[in-house]
Nanobody
Framework: QVQLVESGGGLVQAGGSLRLSCAAS????????MGWFRQAPGKEREFVAA????????FYADSVKGRFTISRDYARNTVYLQMNSLKPDDTGVYYC????????????????WGQGTQVTVSS
């Protein structure tokens, strides 16, 4: 069992920045993938970014490339999502997730999920 706790959401104006954090309850294993997804009202959950824990390989949705950066801290067993140049379309609930022993960029492949943190970008 892995518990994931997100933090760092909030209200920001367009063009602003936020950094989300996700702390895992146990040490992430080398082949696990940690991902961020988001869900806007009335829309399906969509992939945002992911990082393979040991290799540090990263993946991004086209809509956030060049603006968002995913990273991890071994000592803290925490993954971050730095979000810059935020747009109103980035508004939604952001979820942290863990895929065990695989590299994944689709929600169905993830085994554990956090409770989500709200990000609202005003125009």
């Amino acid at each position: 069992q892995v518990q994931l706790v997100e933090s760092g959401g909030g209200l920001v104006q367009a063009g602003g920045s936020l950094r989300l954090s996700c702390a895992a309850s146990r040490r992430t294993r080398s082949r696990d993938t940690m991902g961020w997804f988001r869900q806007a009202p009335g829309k399906e959950r969509e992939f945002v970014a992911a990082i393979v824990w040991s290799a540090g390989t990263t993946f991004y949705a086209d809509s956030v490339k060049g603006r968002f950066t995913i990273s991890r801290d071994y000592a803290r067993n925490t993954v971050y999502l730095q979000m810059n140049s935020l747009k109103p379309d980035d508004t939604g609930v952001y979820y942290c997730a863990c895929a065990l022993d695989q590299i994944a960029a689709v929600a169905a492949a993830y085994d554990y999920w956090g409770q989500g943190t709200q990000v609202t970008v005003s125009s």
